[in-house]
Structure formats: C-alpha cells, structure tokens
C-alpha cells in the first residue's frame, strides 16, 4: 500500500479508537492532551526568544528532511480533541517533510510532532542563556512524562508514527 492510503486508513482507524475509548478514559486523556498542547507552544515559544524564527528561516529548514514518521498517533488525537481537521500530508514530497509546504510546516507548534519540537540545533541552542535552557529542559522533560503517561492510561504506544500504527 502507498503511503498516502497507509495514511488515510492510519487516520480512520485512530479516530475510531479516539471515539470508542471509554468516557473516563477518554476525558483523562483529553486532559493529557491539553497539558501537551500547551508545552509545545512553551517550548516553540523558547525557540522563538532565541531569534528561532528568523534562523530557521535562513537555514530553510534543514533539520525538516524526511519527518514522515515523526507524526504520532497520539498528534492525531490532539486533531481529534479540538475537532479540528488533523494536517493534510504530500508524501511526494521527499526528502522535503510530508507535512511541510512553502511557508514551512504546516502544522501549528501545538499539532506538531514532540520529535520536532524539542529540537534544536547548535545554531539556536548557542543563542540562550542558562534560564532559557533550564526551561527548555524542565519543558521537555515534562513533555516526555505527559506523553509517557497518556501511554500508560490507555495502554496503548500512542507515541507510535502513525504511519507505522497499522503494523502488528
Ligand atoms: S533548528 Fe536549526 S537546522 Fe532546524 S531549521 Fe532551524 S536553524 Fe535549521
Ligand atoms: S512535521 Fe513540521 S516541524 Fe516536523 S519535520 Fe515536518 S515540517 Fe518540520
């Protein structure tokens, strides 16, 4: 199967496991789900008092090359939760990230992938000052915790690619 159907029934098949996850499950992980959405706009918020924005830019997005697997299960819960369309992948895009256009990523910082988020090459990280960095720090390992335990509540490797989600 290509990718993009990979994709597609990847999609159907996670937002029918969203909808019959049982009513308290469900709103726990609604919760986790919030708490992450609101690290990764910490945490792209960091990036961006360290002149992120305007680095990346002229680098053009070097570390954007073949993303197609960064993309979670649990990144399409986080569309399900807020009722929003979940990002629209080009796979014919390599090496050019699927989930990227003209402008960069087309996800939001709060959609987009951990694996992309904590991420921050040498260019950036030589901008902060140690309280920058103790934040990034204390944000990201939050981050892992609060993924670690939507794991744990549902039983389920949501942290696992979506793409790959279909696999035994
Ligand atoms: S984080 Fe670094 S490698 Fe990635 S786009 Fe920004 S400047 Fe380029
Ligand atoms: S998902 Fe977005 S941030 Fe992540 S690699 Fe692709 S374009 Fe870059």
Same mark, same amino acid.
């Given at each position: 199967?290509?990718?993009?159907?990979?994709?597609?029934?990847?999609?159907?098949?996670?937002?029918?496991?969203?909808?019959?996850?049982?009513?308290?499950?469900?709103?726990?992980?609604?919760?986790?789900?919030?708490?992450?959405? &609101?690290?990764?706009?910490?945490?792209?918020?960091?990036?961006?008092?360290?002149?992120?924005?305007?680095?990346?830019?002229?680098?053009?997005?070097?570390?954007?090359?073949? &993303?197609?697997?960064?993309?979670?299960?649990?990144?399409?819960?986080?569309?399900?939760?807020?009722?929003?369309?979940?990002?629209?992948?080009?796979?014919?895009?390599?090496?050019?990230?699927?989930?990227?256009?003209?402008?960069?990523?087309?996800?939001?910082?709060?959609?987009?992938?951990?694996?992309?988020?904590?991420?921050?090459?040498?260019?950036?990280?030589?901008?902060?000052?140690?309280?920058?960095?103790?934040?990034?720090?204390?944000?990201?390992?939050?981050?892992?915790?609060?993924?670690?335990?939507?794991?744990?509540?549902? &039983?389920?490797?949501?942290?696992?690619?979506?793409?790959?989600? &279909?696999?035994?």
């Amino acid at each position: 199967m290509d990718d993009q159907r990979t994709w597609a029934q990847a999609v159907e098949i996670g937002s029918r496991y969203y909808e019959q996850l049982p009513t308290a499950i469900r709103a726990e992980l609604d919760k986790l789900i919030n708490e992450i959405m &609101g690290l990764k706009e910490r945490l792209s918020k960091l990036t961006l008092s360290a002149c992120g924005a305007q680095i990346c830019r002229t680098c053009g997005g070097e570390c954007c090359m073949n &993303g197609k697997y960064h993309f979670s299960v649990l990144d399409l819960l986080a569309y399900r939760n807020t009722l929003l369309e979940p990002v629209v992948p080009t796979f014919s895009a390599q090496p050019n990230c699927p989930y990227s256009g003209e402008l960069g990523c087309l996800m939001p910082p709060r959609f987009r992938p951990m694996t992309c988020i904590v991420f921050n090459c040498e260019l950036i990280e030589n901008r902060m000052n140690p309280d920058q960095h103790k934040a990034l720090y204390e944000n990201e390992n939050q981050l892992r915790e609060t993924i670690r335990q939507a794991c744990r509540i549902t &039983g389920r490797r949501l942290d696992r690619a979506l793409l790959l989600s &279909g696999e035994s």
